[in-house]
Nanobody, 114 residues
């Protein structure tokens, strides 16, 4: 059983930056795919970005060019660097990893507001 713990959320003004971290209690090197998802109030959870074991990444169109996902297998940590934040980026951000079993963190709140 692996636990994922997110951190780094908070309140930021439009145009600002935040860096989210997701620390795993066990090894992530065997996780073929890891990702960040977010859920805005009243909306369904949506994919933000994926990073695969070989370093290949994939992004939602809404965050391309502004967000960067990465993973450090040696530190059992995944990151999401978020720049040029917009109010519509507000939501709870969750990290996800593994499959069968699949693991989720508890989420970290990101609020973009002036």
């Amino acid at each position: 059983q692996v636990q994922l713990v997110e951190s780094g959320g908070g309140l930021v003004q439009p145009g600002g930056s935040l860096r989210l971290s997701c620390v795993a209690s066990g090894s992530i090197s065997s996780m073929f795919k890891m990702g960040w998802y977010r859920q805005a109030p009243g909306k369904q959870r949506e994919l933000v970005a994926l990073v695969f074991r070989g370093g290949v990444t994939n992004y939602a169109d809404s965050v391309k060019g502004r967000f960067t996902i990465s993973r450090d297998n040696a530190k059992n940590t995944m990151y999401l660097q978020m720049n040029s934040l917009r109010p519509e980026d507000t939501g709870v951000y969750y990290c996800n990893g593994g499959s069968s079993p699949e693991y989720w963190g508890q989420g970290t709140q990101v609020t973009v507001s002036s």
